[in-house]
């Protein structure tokens, strides 16, 4: 209870950006959660002519095939959130178990790792997803594991350098030397005292896959039809931008907008628990 | 000078290593399909004769080192093999689109970085200003904006409804310096909002971190202006973290060509990359991956070399 009332006054002191960042992202989950409930047509069902204009029948108009673009939109959340979470969550499991071990371990491991993110992170991140995507083909699976990969030597770095500063502490020192096994140290050592830096990172790499995977599915080399993305969505009616008709620009808009309201609550979780803004 | 010498022949011999070992990775990918590049390219009807001619002709009988070894040679010197799709030569398909590319990216070059550069100085000198949060704000979202978002925007306002740049950048080798740029202006101008944010907010936090110094306090007591004290005293230590994040976004921007060549019908490197990978055109996306790696990675090093060069505490050494 103690905590839903301090959770509560936290909330009350956030500046509106954070307060913004919080309500966008509720709603997303809310639409990507409920969105069979709330849509009313199915997620591929093609229910009208092609790009029928606003209107009763069809809210915001239907797409390149007749399908209702509303109800796509909510099933986008689900597809283009959902896959970009689950890729986050795999490159912070990489990253950070990867960052952690050199960090303990040291010495050659330290080495090897460190070498190999070096040369992984030489290549521009899109030119080394495209390459492999071509090589193995765009499924979802493939898409998860690539970006995960790519987007982990990042995590890694961030875990490696916050945890090379929690091994120097005395703590750490006594459980080594009283005999816990390395996975312990790291969980119960290591890991408590990387948290706030790695969850700030995580709402960071979370917009960065997210975007990376509406980048990929605008080219059509993401996720593919006739699953409901947001990029993809955009590039299939992209031609009614020409009769300047904004329908295009709403799963655009739609990216944007939860980009935005994430990077203005790692703002305001950043100051909150260290401080660490760049005018300081 | 002899420890900046040897600090920069460190930083060039690091870098021709990280080269050969991308172009080693850039080759080796394709070893990573299940069976070979002949069945996944031929499909699954494919009769034995045909997979069997395909890869006499890539030469995928041969061990990989050797092909990778004749792979290198060849690009060096500007021989790159044969398209897969159309059996055009790969040098000559890369070409003028190359170019292109270049021309974009230097034209996005030639609007940001004089524009992020004085938008960070004047938010350095006037912090916490209404001026500095609206910017901040603004580049915070900015940074959030899908490239083609801000891209569909711009063709919405400027080519749609009052038709005052084209919304589709054909160019061609006829059109000459003006027209092309005319034709350029929108993709130059989404590049530029794409990477402005980052560099304003880089070059306002290198001033920042300065201001806190002691000399600069010095200068403050001293009565010089505020305008004085940043470009005098704390612009000339402020310079190598600048050029860096300058050179950086240089190094994006090439990357970044990639979608907005696609949105504006552009017909550079990006566009020929992206066509050949939903084409699975291997040959082709092996050469342009490497010509896109090698740009990002000589400009990174360019980035690093020139920010030790312009570091005053190594370029006056006691």
Same mark, same amino acid.
Request: proline letters at 5%; aromatic letters at 10%; a neutral charge.
């Given at each position: ?18 307060? *913004? ?27 009208? @002519? ?91 699976? @493939? ?58 990172? *995580?709402?960071?790499? *979370? ?74 | ?37 002949? =069945? ?16 006499? =002709? ?33 040098? =000559? ?42 910017? !901040? ?28 740049? $084209? ?7 006829? /059109? ?40 600069? =306090?010095?200068? !403050? ?19 190598? $973290? ?10 994006? /921007? ?57 570091? $005053? ?6």
């Amino acid at each position: 209870m103690g905590n839903g009332v301090a959770l509560l006054k936290l909330l009350r002191q956030a500046p509106w950006s954070a307060r *913004f960042g919080l309500f966008v992202i509720f709603l997303y989950v809310f639409m990507a959660v409920f969105a069979p409930v709330l849509t009313p047509y199915a997620e591929t069902e093609i229910v009208g @002519a092609e790009y029928e204009p606003w209107g009763e029948e069809f809210m915001l108009g239907t797409d390149n095939l007749g399908r209702d673009m509303l109800t796509r939109l909510f099933y986008g959340a689900r597809n283009t959130i959902g896959i970009a979470f689950i890729t986050t969550c795999l490159a912070f499991l990489i990253g950070a178990v990867g960052g952690f071990l050199a960090a303990v371990l040291g010495g050659w491991m330290d080495q090897v790792l460190a070498r190999i993110v070096d040369v992984v992170m030489a290549i521009p991140a899109l030119i080394f997803a495209l390459l492999i995507l071509t090589v193995v083909g765009t499924s979802v699976p @493939a898409l998860i594991l690539v970006i995960a990969v790519l987007d982990s030597t990042r995590v890694f770095r961030l875990a490696r350098a916050v945890a090379m500063n929690i091994v120097v502490m005395d703590f750490v020192e006594v459980a080594r030397l009283r005999g816990e096994k390395l996975w312990w140290v790291i969980r119960k050592e290591v890991l408590p005292n990387a948290l706030p830096p790695l969850v700030a990172e *995580f709402g960071l790499r *979370f917009c960065f896959v997210f975007l990376f995977l509406s980048a990929l599915s605008f080219l059509g080399l993401g996720i593919q039809p006739p699953t409901a993305d947001w990029g993809s969505m955009v590039r299939d009616n992209a031609t009614l931008i020409t009769f300047g008709d904004v329908t295009p620009l709403l799963p655009a808009g739609a990216i944007a907008l939860l980009t935005v309201g994430v990077n203005f609550v790692v703002d305001w979780f950043l100051h909150k628990t260290s401080g660490l803004r760049d005018e300081q | 000078m002899g420890k900046i010498l040897k600090m920069v022949a460190q930083r060039l011999a690091l870098g021709l290593l990280t080269l050969f070992v991308v172009s080693l990775i850039i080759f080796l990918a394709v070893l990573l399909l299940p069976g070979d590049l002949a =069945e996944a390219v031929l499909g699954q009807s494919a009769t034995p004769e045909t997979v069997a001619a395909f890869r006499r =002709e890539l030469k995928l009988d041969l061990p990989a080192y050797t092909r990778y070894y004749e792979w290198l040679a060849g690009f060096l010197q500007g021989d790159m093999g044969r398209s897969l799709a159309n059996q055009r030569d790969i040098a =000559e398909l890369i070409g003028g689109r190359l170019a292109n590319t270049l021309f974009l990216a230097l034209f996005a070059a030639i609007i940001s970085v004089p524009l992020a550069l004085s938008l960070g100085v004047l938010a350095a000198l006037y912090r916490n200003s209404l001026f500095d949060r609206t910017i !901040n704000v603004a580049t915070l979202s900015s940074i959030s904006f899908p490239e083609f978002f801000v891209a569909y925007i711009l063709i919405l306002f400027f080519a749609v409804q009052t038709g005052m740049f $084209p919304g589709i950048s054909n160019v061609g080798d006829e /059109l000459g310096l003006w027209e092309r740029a005319y034709r350029t202006t929108l993709p130059a101008v989404t590049l530029t909002l794409v990477v402005i944010a980052h560099m304003m907010r880089m070059t306002r936090a290198a001033l920042i971190n300065l201001l806190a110094s002691p000399y600069i =306090e010095m200068a !403050n007591l001293k009565g010089l202006t505020r305008w004085r004290i940043i470009v005098k005293h704390a612009l000339p230590n402020a310079l190598a $973290p600048i050029i860096n994040v300058v050179v950086i976004n240089l190094a994006y /921007l090439v990357v970044g060509v990639v979608v907005v060549e696609v949105v504006f019908v552009y017909p550079g490197l990006g566009q020929l990359l992206v066509d050949s990978v939903s084409k699975r055109d291997v040959p082709v996306v092996q050469a342009s991956a490497m010509i896109f790696a090698a740009t990002y990675i000589l400009l990174n090093l360019t980035a690093d070399v020139l920010s030790i060069m312009t570091n $005053p505490r190594l370029m006056h050494p006691k």
